[in-house]
């Protein structure tokens, strides 16, 4: 019969080299079941860097105050050291998934972490302090609803910027060879010049971390398993577009990696310089950002 002399292990036609990504929940799904094994390890590194300051910052919100408060509050603002780094590595391992650009999870964990550490450690303090700060004073709303509406509102508008803004400032530090001030007056421009895609993967994210924190101590396994890594790839998926459209930061790989670029670019690898020089073109990054 023709059905058994058919030879169905000749090779099909494959994937277009150029075809074009799936978008969506296809893609969603498509990196997921991909890279899943390293999006697990990516969270345990991520979580074990988080583990330290968390913790402070929980206990001593439940000190009460006197001197034990501050103690803990001074060990959750130094064991917050590692979090800048952590997130930024985390930032651009998921980001190398959506390029579809295979690469040894460790090594580019650690070569991020190590080489933006000095450049985002700082405010890598400064955004732990301010989820700190959120939490309790979430915590110091419940305990007392009649509060201020007016200050009630400030506060959800800060917890907005917040939850919009500061993802463009991981995602941008491994790639661009720019000071923390740039970096943050882009991460305003991108958060605001593209504000659906802001909204929507800052809210997504946010409101899956919120979710896990309400139903701690239950959902500690999913948190320590995926509770990092899966809302940050659902955020980059909508924020690195207009992260990579902005700068450019895929065609100047490929332009690198196949040989064409300006070997003079700054940067190391596919990492650091992918869009311009820190000092001659820092100024110029705030204003393309925006465009």
């Known amino acids: ?31 997921l079941g991909r890279d899943m094994s390293n999006l697990f ?3 345990l590194l991520h979580a074990l860097c988080l583990l330290p300051a968390q913790l402070c910052f929980f206990l001593a ?18 064991t917050s ?13 998921i980001s190398k998934m959506l390029r579809d650009d295979p690469g040894f999870l460790w090594h580019d964990y650690k070569r991020i972490f190590k080489e933006n550490f000095k450049g985002t450690f700082l405010f890598g303090v400064l955004y732990s302090c301010v989820v700190a700060a959120q939490f309790y004073a979430v915590l110091l709303y419940t305990a007392n609803p009649s509060m201020n509406f007016l200050w009630v509102a400030v506060f959800l508008l800060s917890v907005l ?16 060879q720019l000071r ?20 929507a993967g800052g809210l997504i ?22 509770g990092y890594a899966i809302p940050n790839l659902i955020l980059l998926m909508w924020i690195w577009p207009p992260v990579d459209k902005t700068f450019k930061i895929e065609a100047t790989l490929a332009a690198r990696n196949a040989g064409e670029a300006d070997p003079a670019a700054p940067g190391e690898d596919e990492g650091a ?4 020089d820190a000092d001659a073109e820092e100024d110029d990054a705030g204003k393309d950002s925006g465009g």
């Open 81 to 93: 050291a590692p979090v800048g780094p952590s997130k930024t590595a985390l930032s651009y391992c």
């Open 161 to 176: 910027i917040f939850i919009i803004a500061s993802p463009y400032y991981f995602l941008q530090a491994p790639y661009l």
């Open 61 to 78: 919100s439940i000190a009460g105050g006197g001197n034990l408060f501050f103690i803990l509050l001074g060990l959750g603002i130094v």
């Open 273 to 276: 310089g992918a869009a311009q």
């Open 205 to 226: 994210s946010a409101a899956l971390l919120v979710l896990q924190v309400l139903a701690f101590p239950l959902t500690i396994p999913i948190t320590l398993i995926a």
């Open 180 to 199: 923390s001030l740039p970096l943050i007056k882009n991460s305003m421009l991108l958060s605001l010049g593209y504000l659906p895609r802001s909204l």
């Open 1 to 31: 019969m023709a059905l058994f002399k058919r030879d169905f292990n000749k090779p099909g036609p494959g994937v277009p080299k150029n075809a074009p990504r799936k978008k969506g929940f296809a893609r969603f799904f498509e990196v």
């Open 41 to 43: 390890k990516l969270n």
